[in-house]
């Protein structure tokens, strides 16, 4: 051995740390006594050479062997770095460090280091103990409270989870999400929404409030920035699940899922295996990999592709997996097409339905050219220098006059000088400075004296002058008795030194999320006297802390209540965690908190009081209540249209025999008259249908461009000609907005509230009439689940007898009337509700009793200015066309039928869609329109009408329906339908639509 294989030799050999160097092929090249010493690994193990049986020795004394065989073993085939800490299982904490072997561009090894870093440990803990108890005091606070609440540090990483964060991404522990940003746990989209408002917050160095949509859930989300220290600044966060209070404002529709296929973009192979072991998915990139095509193996058993000699092996293997084991790493030899083998790595993995293996999943990974590596060692000598240049630490060597030697990439990434700058110079003044030489050269006269400098912690300069905290040590290098230089080897603990600063910086952000919390928290002492409460409650009771700290509840709430809260408290003395609803008094008011209390316990674990987390929950019970009665009007509205749509059919009926014998009859013939009273009782009845449909939200007919303060006058001065008793008074707003609506319907309203306003004036009185511009905030309209913009708002006043809440509860059910019997149907004010609804306004009204009533109208305003219309009756007309008649009724088919043949023209029948189609295919060319029921059984209007427009795109369609024009006939309008009309239909009516649509664009 030559003097400078010797000296390297020395190095490894007087290192503190221990050393093992492994080649390619998993053989021990070198570990030094340290090594041997510090893992208690007898030299006999070392000398056998084989690394597995070293591991396997090295795992016996390990806590959580699992984990580190593993690693090591991953590690055996990566170029990566890695660092970490074993817990031993005598109590001790050992650093592991390992870089791969490197050598003219081929990995030809690895090099692990071990030190015993167990005092270090120990110091640190006892340092951070106190912080960590205070820190663990508010995590307990934190993590009872119901809202998610998360800190992210400037990289919009996550540094801090509460408990309810980690259900909601269904994570076990927090440490699953810190370090993690959202891109790591939402959608693109959401994370890209959160990261900007992320930087929103650091921007504006403020408070921000967002709603955001999660899961069919809805969020309210505050952020707010929070000191780091060291001049970084976070960002803070509270997410309150608002649901139930959004619920009522706005029913969600469920997110539709999505399937993204993975596996046939995967490098590797992917497949699945049924329980009989035939294969029924392969991905394309076994193609690549073995030269077989997937449909050549999709319903082959996996010995198709296993060789012989692999078969046995793979066997039980899929065994394993169908009986619910989960293998990775596992090697054996696979067919390639052109009769090659190759070595391949699988993983595989059950496949689970109704908690029963049903197949299997594998991952399989082509390695053959990975273990065909070259694994033949270098040269000694360069393999030492390799070990050394690889180290993690600053390893600098030197000479006996401590002028330096060696200088490795460790060394030149902690100082920041390269190798060529240093070297000749003496260490001493390459890494201290004035402030430090001094304390450096009493090691340095040591060590030249042969004596070891023991790990010792020190600052030590940085090549621009900035200091670095290091854990030193020096060796001198003996070869055959005789010193020959030095090797001193240096630890970069700064970020050691950071902890302790993060922790004291832990205690104030904890303290910023308690002070910027929306919702009331409070902690008691044993006696149930507040001890801490942080602003939301002092807002809450318009009071300051000091007023509060030091009180009981009965101080605060009165004996009754605190009677009740005692109650409770008390169960949380003796460990229970408990949730409530009570009726509290927050200063004047009365006010619904929904409260969660913990026990509250010292570092011994005994309950020395109890911490407290209310939220107001008054607004959201007051919404429940009304979304109950608007459910209720809507499946009281339901069944009214259903109603209303039938009676119409009949009454189609009714009225199209009608017509047909009067146009057969002579004006001077007897029945001549009864037959008109027919006609009239048909017409009263449909109206009182319109009334049904216009409860049951049931459309619009004619929807136009209206002046409101005009058609407010018109209907008013009608009513107050009949009504002398009554004095009408008007305010209208001079630039009123217009509105699109259907005129007819919301005159109907009107003069239903003018007369529910005369009947509660029986003496006579006063009808106040007022119009004005609005624009409804989202909180407002939420309530009702509208849109929030610009609306039209109508009043109308009485001054009659007024009503008492529980009739104003009831006011607008269908057939709820006060009125004596014959005196009202119950409908007007019900109607008006749904035709308000169905022109996506609102409608309410607010009475005392004795004091009179006001209804208060939104219509929603239109962008579009009035435009003057010509409107001309329609004519009844005649004609000779081929009409095509289809319903599913008999009687409207027959009756209507021959009233068209009557009009003059040819007429085709069908009783259902395919019928329709069917004829309409036969006669294309003769067709000239079609009269098209809407509802209908199998096949609807909306299907029908979309088959006519493929066959003849210009095809021409009056749509009918005993419901108005409501969301589906106007979603057909808009895609083409010429023209709709309600049945009933007189004669005229029918006449009249028939030939504006035949007519058009001739």
């Known amino acids: 051995m030559t003097d400078e294989k010797k000296i390297l030799q020395s190095i490894l050999e007087s290192s503190a740390d221990g050393i093992l160097v492994v080649d390619a092929d998993r053989q021990i090249s070198h570990c030094n006594d340290r090594f041997l010493a510090l893992m208690n690994v007898p030299k006999e193990v070392a000398e056998q050479g084989d690394a597995g049986s070293l591991l396997t020795f090295l795992a016996g004394k390990i806590i959580n062997p699992e984990r580190f065989v593993d690693r090591v073993n991953r590690l055996y085939e990566t170029l990566e770095d890695a660092r970490d800490t074993l817990s031993m299982k005598d109590g001790r904490f050992v650093e592991r460090i390992s870089r791969p072997l490197i050598h003219n561009g081929r990995l030809i090894g690895r090099v692990w280091t071990f030190r015993d870093i167990t005092a270090a440990v120990t110091t640190d803990k006892e340092k951070t103990a106190a912080l960590q108890a205070s820190e663990n005091r508010y995590r307990i606070f934190v993590n009872a409270m119901r809202d998610m609440v998360y800190l992210k540090d400037s990289g919009f990483r996550h540094i801090l989870a509460n408990s309810a964060l980690v259900d909601f991404f269904e994570k076990s522990a927090e440490a699953d999400i810190i370090g993690l940003t959202d891109f790591d746990l939402m959608t693109p989209e959401m994370a890209a929404h959160c990261r900007h408002t992320d930087k929103e917050v650091l921007r504006q160095s403020r408070l921000i409030r967002t709603e955001e949509h999660s899961d069919g859930r809805i969020y309210e989300t505050i952020k707010f920035p929070v000191p780091l220290g060291q001049g970084e600044t976070g960002i803070g966060a509270i997410i309150s699940n608002i649901t139930e209070q959004k619920e009522v404002e706005e029913r969600l529709r469920r997110s539709e899922e999505q399937y993204r296929e993975l596996a046939d973009r995967q490098a590797d192979i992917i497949v699945t295996f049924d329980d009989k072991g035939i294969i029924t998915y392969i991905s394309p990139a076994v193609e690549g990999i073995s030269g077989f095509r997937p449909e050549d193996l999709l319903g082959k058993h996996f010995r198709a592709v296993v060789t012989r000699g692999s078969l046995e092996q793979a066997t039980e293997i899929f065994e394993r997996t169908l009986n619910g084991e989960s293998l990775t790493d596992l090697r054996l030899k696979m067919k390639h097409l052109n009769g090659a083998l190759l070595d391949v790595e699988l993983s595989s993995f059950p496949i689970i339905k109704a908690n029963i293996p049903v197949g299997a999943q594998a991952t399989v990974r082509d390695v053959t050219e990975k273990l065909a590596v070259q694994r033949k060692l270098l040269e000694r000598q360069r393999y030492i220098e390799a070990i050394i240049d690889t180290a993690p630490d600053a390893i600098v060597t030197l000479d006996r006059q401590h002028r330096i030697v060696g200088w490795n990439k460790g060394s030149e990434n902690l100082f920041g000088y390269r190798a060529d700058e240093v070297k000749g110079k003496d260490l001493d003044e390459v890494v201290t400075n004035e402030t430090n030489r001094g304390e450096a050269r009493i090691h340095t006269e040591k060590v030249l004296k042969g004596m070891s400098v023991p790990r010792l912690e020190a600052v030590r300069c940085r090549k621009d002058g900035s200091p670095v905290n290091v854990i030193l040590s020096g060796e001198p290098i003996m070869v055959n008795g005789e010193m020959v230089g030095i090797v001193g080897i240096y630890t970069d603990i700064s ?508």
């Open 495 to 1002: 970020n050691l030194k950071k902890a302790e600063s993060s922790l004291r910086s832990s205690e104030e952000r904890f303290r910023t999320i308690f002070e910027s919390a929306q919702d009331s928290i409070f902690i008691k002492d044993r006696s149930l006297r507040y001890t801490y409460v942080n602003p939301a409650v002092e807002r809450l009771f318009k009071r300051p802390a000091d007023e509060i700290i030091g009180k009981g509840d009965d101080e605060l709430f009165g004996p009754e209540a605190a009677g009740r809260i005692k109650e409770i408290d008390g169960k949380v003395l003796g460990g229970e965690i408990l949730e409530e609803e009570d009726l509290l008094a927050a200063g004047e008011e009365q006010r619904i908190f929904h409260v969660v209390k913990v026990p509250l316990r010292d570092d011994r674990e005994t309950i020395i009081g109890l911490c407290g987390i209310a939220r107001d929950i008054t607004k959201t019970k007051r919404l429940e209540q009304q979304l109950q009665r608007a459910q209720r009007l809507e499946s009281i509205g339901t069944l009214a249209g259903g109603i209303a749509h039938d009676f119409n059919n009949l009454l189609m009926t009714i009225q199209g025999n009608a017509s047909l014998m009067l146009l057969d009859m002579a004006p001077e013939n007897p029945c001549y008259d009864r037959l008109k009273s027919v006609e009239e009782a048909v017409q009263d009845g449909a109206q009182l249908t319109r009334q049904l449909l216009g409860f049951a939200q049931g459309g619009k007919y004619e929807v136009k461009l209206t002046d409101v303060n005009e058609l407010i006058f018109r209907t008013s001065e009608m009513f107050g000609r009949t009504k002398k008793e009554i004095s009408i008074h008007r305010k209208f707003h001079e630039k009123l907005w217009t509105a699109e609506i259907d005129q007819g319907q919301i005159s109907q309203v009107l003069l239903n509230l003018y007369v529910n306003a005369w009947q509660a004036m029986s003496g006579g009185g006063a009808l106040y009439l007022e119009t004005e511009n609005v624009i409804l905030d989202s909180e407002y309209a939420g309530i009702y689940k509208r849109t929030p913009g610009r609306y039209v708002k109508i009043s109308v006043t009485d001054t009659g007898t007024g009503m008492d809440h529980q009739t104003m509860e009831r006011i607008f059910d269908p057939f709820f009337t006060t009125k004596e019997i014959g005196r009202g149907t119950g409908l007007g004010l019900a109607s008006a509700y749904g035709i308000i609804q169905n022109h996506q306004g609102i409608i309410n009204v607010y009475s005392e009793k004795g004091h009179g009533a006001t209804f208060t109208l939104y219509l929603p305003a239109s962008e579009k200015s009035m435009i003057a219309q010509d409107t001309a009756a329609a004519a009844l007309a005649k004609g000779t066309e081929t009409i095509l008649l289809v319903d599913d009724e008999s009687m409207i088919l027959d009756v209507g039928s021959e009233l068209l043949r009557r009009l003059g023209y040819s007429v085709h029948q069908a009783r259902n869609g395919n019928e329709a189609l069917s004829i309409y295919t036969e006669h294309l060319n003769e067709i000239h329109l079609v009269i098209l029921d809407m509802i209908m059984p199998g096949v609807g209007g909306g299907d029908i009408f979309d088959a006519l427009r493929e066959l003849n795109p210009d095809v021409k369609v009056l749509l009918a329906s005993g419901y108005s024009l409501n969301g589906r006939a106007q979603e057909i309008i808009a895609r083409g339908c010429k023209g709709f009309i309600q049945k009933p239909f007189s004669l005229s009516a029918l006449a009249g639509k028939v030939r504006e649509i035949l007519q058009a664009e001739r």
